[in-house]
Each structure stands twice: as C-alpha cells, then as structure tokens.
C-alpha cells in the first residue's frame, strides 16, 4: 500500500478519535459545571501508529485490504474513571447513545488478563462526516480506573523495552503490583461515598464563588451605585473568609436579584 493512502484512510479515524474525546470530555465538563460528580476523570485518545497497524496486521496475518475490517482499535479512546463502580456508568452510558452502535465488549475487569491487566473494552461503529463524505468506521473504547491505567501504562513500556518479551521476574512483579493495583480499587471503593461527598462539596463550593464573582463582575458593569458595588465585595470577601456555604449560596441569591434588576443576570 502507498504512502499516500495512509494519510486519506487515516483521516476519518483522526477526526473520529478528536469528536469521540470531545463528546466524553462533555460529559466531565456538564458534571462540574453542575456540581456533580462525574463518572469520567479525564478522557485521552488517539490514532493508531502506521508502523503498529502494520505490526498488528503482520501477528495476526491481515492482509491490507481487510484491515479497516480486522483492526479495530485504529481509532481509540481511554475512559478513565476514579472507581470501579465508575466503570459500569460509563459503559451504561455508552449503549444508551445513539450517536455510536456497540459492536461487542471485552470485560477484563472481571476477567482479568494472564498478564493481569483489567480494563473494560467496548468496540463501536461511529460515523464521521468528513470532506469526502460519511464513513463508518469501527473505534476502540478502553474504560478503566486510575489504578489499572498506571498499570497498564508501566506495562505497556516494559512490553515495548523487551520487545514482548518480558523477563519472568518482572513478569512476576507486574503480576503482584497488578494484584495491589486491584487491592487498591477494592479499598477506594470502600470509602467512595465518603470521597465522593468530599469532591462534590469542593466542586459546589468552587461553583458558587465563580458564580458570586461572575454576578459581582456583571453588577459593576451595570450598577450606578459604586458604593453598593464596594459593600457587596466586602460582603463576599467576609463571607469567603468564615467559609460557610450555606451563607455564600444565600449571599448569591440575593446577587442574583440584584442582578436581575440590573438585567445583567448571567445564563
Ligand atoms: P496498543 O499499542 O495499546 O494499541 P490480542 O489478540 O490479545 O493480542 P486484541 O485482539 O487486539 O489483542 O484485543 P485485546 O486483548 O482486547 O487488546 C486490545 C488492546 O488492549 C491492546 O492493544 C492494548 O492497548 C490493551 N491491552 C490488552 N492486553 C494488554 C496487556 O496485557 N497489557 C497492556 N498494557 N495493555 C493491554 P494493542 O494493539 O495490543 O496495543
């Protein structure tokens, strides 16, 4: 196959993994915004490497005009999560979709891998519209937490150093730190509520003072009264510094109604 054709193939699994990250990365970006707690931390992405491709399609002897078929994770998208449980709302969320078809899933959480790997593999078919027109094409989705993506990610560097050969006893260590990767997802899922309660109190907070600053900023934009201003940035700061929410939510009612008069208020 030419070279050429590598850029062309390529492209819609470029735009696809670029959409995909997007569409995920929404899903964390609404959670914050609304001051709930988000399945996904964070989301990453990317294409395939040729020379990969090439070496995937040489082990499991794929001739080329099949590989678009054969090799599906030349698009692929990482989910990763804080906690197991995590894992399944994603996957949930996932098949409700109706912008991407499962095509099948591999659950190496549950069944984790000889080498001790444990992630959650969804293969989907996804449209991109590109400038030559729709195509559908097939996209690996990894979802995984913290813990088996540090593990995988070592692994992962350590199959590249030894050419896939790794030697028994580190073999053997990757198996024990796989073990202690999955003790402790085990151990943070036990006091996930507690964590949980924790972050979306921070994340709720963080939204009431961006929101009181947003009200304040748009007020003095608009307000005639300069004093007024001055006296509720003095309000705000004492309330900030005595850090009791439950005043600073009532705090930004009241910016709200100001703001509201000044019809300054912000969406
Ligand atoms: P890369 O470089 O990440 O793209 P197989 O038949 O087992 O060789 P298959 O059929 O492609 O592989 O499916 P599988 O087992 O679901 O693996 C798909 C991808 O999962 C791999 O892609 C890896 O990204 C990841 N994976 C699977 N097993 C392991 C493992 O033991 N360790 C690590 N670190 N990752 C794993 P690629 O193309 O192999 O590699």
């Known amino acids: 196959m030419e070279t050429y054709m590598w850029r062309e193939i390529l492209i819609p699994y470029e735009q696809a993994v670029n959409e995909l990250v997007i569409k995920f990365e929404s899903i964390v970006n609404e959670s914050r915004r609304l001051g709930t707690y988000s399945p996904i931390e964070f989301v990453t992405g990317r294409v395939k490497k040729i020379s990969s491709i090439l070496e995937k399609a040489k082990k499991k002897q794929i001739s080329m005009s099949y590989i678009e078929e054969e090799i599906e994770d030349i698009a692929g998208i990482r989910i990763i999560c804080q906690f197991v449980e995590d894992i399944d709302r994603v996957v949930e969320l996932i098949h409700k979709r109706n912008d991407m078809e499962v095509k099948y899933e591999k659950d190496y959480v549950q069944n984790t891998k ?3 790997y444990r992630s959650y593999h969804i293969i989907v078919y996804y449209n991109v519209h590109t400038a030559l027109g729709e195509k559908r094409i097939q996209a690996e ?3 995984r937490t913290l813990a088996m993506n540090f593990w995988a990610t070592i692994e992962h560097s350590l199959q590249y150093k030894y050419g896939h050969n790794i030697p028994v006893a580190i073999q053997n260590r990757l198996i024990r730190s796989a073990e202690a990767a999955h003790m402790l997802d085990q151990e943070m899922s036990k006091i996930r509520d507690e964590i949980m309660d ?3 109190s921070f994340q709720y907070k963080s939204n009431i003072i ?3 600053l947003n009200n ?3 007020i003095k934009k608009k307000g005639d009264d300069i004093h007024e201003v001055d006296q509720l940035q003095d309000e705000f700061y004492r309330l900030w510094e005595e850090g009791n929410l439950e005043k600073l939510v009532a705090f930004n009612k009241h910016l709200d109604n100001i703001a509201e008069v000044y019809r300054v208020q912000s969406l």
């Open 114 to 116: 000889k080498s001790g």
């Open 198 to 200: 924790a972050q979306n």
């Open 141 to 143: 989705i990894q979802i």
């Open 210 to 212: 961006a929101d009181i």
């Open 216 to 218: 304040l900023q748009n």
